[in-house]
Structures are given as C-alpha cells and as structure tokens.
C-alpha cells in the first residue's frame, strides 16, 4: 500500500490534532513549527505550532480530545535528508529518533496519562540543524509534499 495512503486511511473521518515541534532557528529542525504555521487555517483540523515547548500545550490538547495526534517534526533516523516516515509512540524514545526525544517523550507520558489518542510523529529526515542554517533544499521538497497531503486529507470546507 502506498506511504500517504496508508497515513490518510488512519487520519480521515478521525478527529485529528496536528501538532508541529521544532525551532525555526536551527536550519531543518524547524520543519514540524513550520507546516503547522503553514495549515493553520487551512485544514479540517486543529493544527498547534508548538515550536520547542510541545509541553505548554498540554491543556488545550487534553481539551480537545483528539482521537489521533499527529506530530510534524524533524527526526533523526539515519535516513537520506528530506525522507519522511512515520514513528509509533513506543519508537519516539528511542535514542536520536526525534531531534526533542527526551521532552517529547516525557510530553507523551503525561498526555497519555490524561487522553488516550493514537499517537504517532511524521517524521523529516533534517540535513542540517545548525543554528541560524536556512531550511535545506531536500527537506523544503518534504515540507510541500506533506503539507499538499494534508491538505487533501483535510480540506476546509
């Protein structure tokens, strides 16, 4: 089964929260922060651009209630840049996966402690996280290819 097929028959008809986690400042690892920015507005679902304190939206994800949560963030995983996957729950404390692991992970066990939904992280593949470092060119190309299938997912309506 093709990859966007297999994460839009998970996504569509679920009440979906996208949560985007990364800092804008450091090259690549901005790329979650960034396309939430981008579909706020945009999509049949509530997108929170939490940047590098996924932690300080805790309460208005556990309001929401979501029944998927889907995070958008840079992830280390010994890939080409700009290849994007997708990360189970009990995968993202795994050493180096997410470029945030130690805080998303501990984000993760409180929610999970609260709300129960199925979880999961898109994960960009960054080339370079340098401070100040502009978005590289391969993860650029993931941004657009991502935010064009979640805007079919999800169409305003």
Do not use: C
């Not at 089964?1 to 986690?21: A, C, H, N, P, S």
């Not at 984000?107 to 502009?134: C, K, N, R």
């Amino acid at each position: 089964m093709d990859f966007w097929q297999t994460i839009e028959d998970r996504l569509r008809g679920k009440k979906v929260l996208i949560l985007g986690v990364g800092n804008k400042l450091r090259g690549d690892d901005g790329v979650g922060s960034e396309l939430a920015a981008q579909l706020a507005g945009k999509v049949n679902a509530t997108v929170i651009d939490a940047e590098e304190v996924p932690e300080n939206y805790l309460g208005p994800i556990i309001a929401d209630n979501p029944e998927v949560l889907l995070i958008l963030d840079a992830a280390s995983m010994d890939a080409p840049p700009g290849s994007v996957a997708v990360i189970e729950m009990h995968n993202i404390a795994s050493a180096g996966l997410s470029t945030h692991s130690a805080s998303l992970n501990l984000f993760l066990l409180v929610l999970q402690s609260e709300i129960q939904p199925d979880t999961f992280i898109l994960g960009i593949q960054p080339q370079t996280i340098e401070f100040g470092a502009p978005m590289s060119e391969p993860v650029r190309k993931a941004f657009v290819q991502i935010e064009l299938a979640l805007l079919n997912i999800f169409p305003k309506a």
